[in-house]
């Protein structure tokens, strides 16, 4: 699967910041999809999946904040980013499963990853 992230940059506490992930067309209609932040010095910590069908999950750090979200047409997966805090400043990453159901929480059930994005919030 190939996956390229974009969308990242700095922004003030409060602002927000739409992430995108271009993602090849089988992987993104068939396996579950997900939104990944590395702190420096940290293991990569789940933000936000999306299962093919539409079922998602959050972080409980992001709930009510972010939005995980697909849009077919264009083979591309978001994250919605609405009330940016300090703590969110890392690096983000999207990445795809090997599964379609039960998307997992670990980065180790995700096999396929892109680049990472820096998000940078000024308090």
């Known amino acids: 699967a190939q996956l390229a992230a974009s969308g990242g940059g700095s922004v003030q506490a409060g602002g927000s910041l739409r992430l995108s992930c271009v993602v090849s067309s089988y992987t993104f209609s068939t396996f579950c999809l997900g939104w990944f932040r590395q702190f420096p010095g940290k293991e990569r910590e789940r933000v936000a999946t999306i299962a093919p069908y539409g079922s998602t999950h959050y972080a409980e750090s992001v709930k009510g904040r972010f939005t995980i979200s697909k849009e077919n047409a264009v083979n591309t997966l978001y994250l919605q980013m609405n009330s940016l805090q300090s703590e969110d400043t890392a690096m983000y990453f999207c990445?795809?499963?090997?599964?379609?159901?039960?998307?997992?929480?670990?980065?180790?059930?995700?096999?396929?990853w892109g680049q990472g994005t820096q998000v940078t919030v000024s308090s």
């Open positions: 990445a795809s499963a090997r599964q379609s159901v039960n998307c997992g929480e670990s980065g180790l059930d995700y096999n396929s």
